[in-house]
């Protein structure tokens, strides 16, 4: 059973335009909520973060919503640019977990 | 202010041959982790240390796969009989804190081949 699941699977977007990513979890014991950016032959690097005492967490031009109801989060990617094409990975833990579950990325192409 | 390494970058395999991978954690991380990622996928959990206990190995797919961290620093990742589905990117990650709800921070892989 899939503990996260993101999508899109790709996504392409013209620079100067809004990039948004879904996840969505099952487990309500998930207390963090990181999003990971991966370059080709690379390994994954943390770009934000959001625990859910909050709804919205913003860094720069990346912003986390958070939505503990619905059991979903989003990253959105302002005045995205072509530096920004890469793979995207929402993923979930907890204090009580020893791992990361990963969605199964999304592939982010940003057009000139 | 050196990050996670891991070695060799690439190794390519015959099938049945035994593989060792190396992570090197980021120096006084107490946690370290492995995933492997499979192509076009996301990383899967495969084991999980807090200093030189391996307190969950629940995603290693068989008892093939073996991980150490003797002295709490280093780990290895070691694939016995090495088959062509074991072919992926290897991931170690290390963590300052303990379990898993805190910063992962990452190496660039290994890529393993298996012909």
């Known amino acids: ?112 | 202010g050196a990050g996670v390494s891991q070695s060799p970058r690439y190794k390519v395999a015959k099938r049945g041959q035994d593989v060792a991978l190396r992570c090197d954690p980021i120096s006084g991380h107490v946690s370290l982790f492995w995933y492997q990622q499979a192509l076009g996928q996301g990383p899967e959990f495969l084991t999980y240390f807090q200093n030189e206990a391996q307190l969950d190995k629940s995603g290693l797919p068989s008892d093939r796969f073996f991980a150490e961290r003797p002295e709490g620093s280093v780990s290895t990742l070691k694939i016995q009989r090495t088959q062509q589905e074991d072919s992926a990117v290897y991931l170690c990650a290390s963590s300052l804190e303990g379990p898993g709800a805190y910063e992962q921070y990452f190496g660039p892989g290994t890529r393993l081949t298996v012909t």
Request: hydrophobic share 35%; proline share 6%.
């Open chain 1, 1 to 112: 059973q899939q503990q996260v699941k993101q999508s899109p699977q790709s996504l392409i977007v013209q620079k100067g335009g809004i990039s948004i990513i879904n996840c969505a979890y099952e487990n309500t014991a998930f207390d963090y909520f990181p999003w990971y950016q991966q370059f080709p032959g690379k390994g994954p690097a943390l770009l934000i973060a959001i625990r859910p005492d909050v709804s919205e967490k913003k860094e720069g031009r990346f912003t986390i919503s958070f939505n503990k109801s619905a059991k979903q989060f989003s990253l959105h990617i302002m005045d995205s640019q072509p530096g920004d094409s890469a793979t995207y990975f929402c993923a979930a833990s907890s204090y009580n977990f020893n791992k990361f579950y990963f969605g199964s990325g999304t592939k982010l192409n940003v057009k000139p």
